[in-house]
Structure formats: structure tokens, C-alpha cells
């Protein structure tokens, strides 16, 4: 448990602060928001986050286009079924594919593009985003994860200027090991923001 907890926490980070870095309006609308919302004199707490729709979106579109575990833990066909036109005989061990969703034109317009406004007046009972799984067997995790990962980023945004070092986009390379992890590791300099020095020291 601590280690799922741990590595598809920080590798989700990891994806979310490099579509950042290669988006500065969605961070600028990040930024904006976290001021007006949180202001200046606090650092983003959990209970702030019902105020951050907009840093929610974020973290959706993130891992949309990026879930850690892209192949949803196995499942078992209870009966004979039929599924997309294949005769799927009980007891059959089946995956879903959540990268595939996350990224069918069907589902979604201008699926490879971070956008995440597309989350904004979004359903969850759409069933088109599933990073977590979905219904009873779906991660126990998922409620802990988004706010953890709400706490953290929004934390990143609120705290401090992200550069690039070499100020091209930063390579959205994937590879899959035991999670769906970048092929290089991100390289980032940063730096506090002015009205962050006195809370921070």
C-alpha cells in the first residue's frame, strides 16, 4: 500500500508539473486563481482546495492524458459476455485500456492537446475518465491522491517561478515500467516568489 501510494503519487506530480512548464497561461490562470481565492498571507491547505476549481481541472487533465497505471488493474468476466463484438467467455481476464480512453477522438475533442478548461463544467458520470478505475473496484486511493496532489501543486504555483534550463518545451517522452513514467527525468529551476520569502522563512 505505501508503495502504490507513494510512486504513482509523485510520478502523477511529475507529469502534472511538466505540462505546467510547457503551459504558462494555464499556470498564469492557475497563479490568479490560488491569489484571489487563498491570497497571500497562508499556504494552500486542504480546505481551501472546494475553492480551487480551476487547480482541479489541472490535475484532471493531467491525468488524462497521462495516467501512471494506463493498463487498469485486471478483471475477471463473471459470465459469457460480449464486448465490441468479441465473444469473451467467463473467466476470462480482461484489462482496461485507460490511455486508449483518455485519448479517443469519440470521446473527446482534440484529444492529445492539455486543455484543461475541458474539465470545467465536466460530469463525472461521464465514465470517458477513469485514471483511478472506476466502481467497486476502483483505487481505494483516489480521494487521498486528489487531495494530496491538489495540496502539493497548488503549493509549486503558489510558492514559486518555474524556468526551464534550457527554455525549450520540456519532452513529453513516456515509457512504461511498473507505472507509465517519463523517459527522462524533469530538469527545472526555481525560484520563491517575492511575497513568498517572509511566510516561507
Same mark, same amino acid.
Given at each position: 500500500?505505501?508503495?502504490?501510494?507513494?510512486?504513482?503519487?509523485?510520478?502523477?506530480?511529475?507529469?502534472?508539473?511538466?505540462?505546467? %512548464?510547457?503551459?504558462?497561461?494555464?499556470?498564469?490562470?492557475?497563479?490568479?486563481?490560488?491569489?484571489?481565492?487563498?491570497?497571500?498571507?497562508?499556504?494552500?491547505?486542504?480546505?481551501?482546495?472546494?475553492?480551487?476549481?480551476?487547480?482541479?481541472?489541472?490535475?484532471?487533465?493531467?491525468?488524462?492524458?497521462?495516467?501512471?497505471?494506463?493498463?487498469?488493474?485486471?478483471?475477471?468476466?463473471?459470465?459469457?459476455?460480449?464486448?465490441?463484438?468479441?465473444?469473451?467467455?467467463?473467466?476470462?481476464?480482461?484489462? =482496461?485500456? =485507460?490511455?486508449?480512453?483518455?485519448?479517443?477522438?469519440?470521446?473527446?475533442?482534440?484529444?492529445?492537446?492539455?486543455?484543461?478548461?475541458?474539465?470545467?463544467?465536466?460530469?463525472?458520470?461521464?465514465?470517458?475518465?477513469?485514471?483511478?478505475? %472506476?466502481?467497486?473496484?476502483?483505487?481505494?486511493?483516489?480521494?487521498? =491522491?486528489?487531495?494530496?496532489?491538489?495540496?502539493?501543486?497548488?503549493?509549486?504555483?503558489?510558492?514559486?517561478?518555474?524556468?526551464?534550463?534550457?527554455?525549450?518545451?520540456?519532452? %513529453?517522452?513516456?515509457?512504461?515500467?511498473?507505472?507509465?513514467?517519463?523517459?527522462?527525468?524533469?530538469?527545472? %529551476?526555481?525560484?520563491?516568489?517575492?511575497?513568498?520569502?517572509?511566510?516561507?522563512?
Amino acid at each position: 500500500m505505501l508503495l502504490a501510494g507513494t510512486r504513482t503519487l509523485s510520478t502523477s506530480l511529475e507529469w502534472a508539473v511538466c505540462n505546467l %512548464m510547457n503551459h504558462p497561461a494555464v499556470v498564469k490562470k492557475a497563479r490568479e486563481e490560488l491569489d484571489s481565492q487563498i491570497g497571500r498571507d497562508h499556504l494552500v491547505e486542504e480546505s481551501d482546495i472546494s475553492k480551487l476549481p480551476f487547480l482541479q481541472s489541472i490535475i484532471l487533465e493531467s491525468s488524462r492524458l497521462y495516467p501512471v497505471n494506463p493498463l487498469l488493474a485486471p478483471h475477471l468476466s463473471s459470465a459469457d459476455c460480449t464486448i465490441r463484438g468479441y465473444d469473451v467467455p467467463a473467466g476470462t481476464i480482461l484489462f =482496461a485500456n =485507460a490511455w486508449a480512453i483518455h485519448r479517443d477522438p469519440t470521446l473527446w475533442s482534440d484529444p492529445i492537446s492539455f486543455k484543461p478548461e475541458r474539465f470545467e463544467n465536466w460530469k463525472s458520470e461521464a465514465y470517458t475518465h477513469m485514471p483511478f478505475g %472506476m466502481g467497486r473496484r476502483a483505487c481505494p486511493g483516489e480521494g487521498l =491522491a486528489q487531495r494530496v496532489m491538489a495540496v502539493t501543486l497548488g503549493s509549486f504555483i503558489q510558492c514559486f517561478e518555474w524556468e526551464k534550463v534550457d527554455g525549450k518545451d520540456i519532452d %513529453m517522452a513516456e515509457k512504461m515500467h511498473t507505472l507509465m513514467c517519463r523517459v527522462e527525468p524533469i530538469e527545472a %529551476m526555481c525560484r520563491v516568489r517575492p511575497h513568498m520569502v517572509d511566510l516561507l522563512s
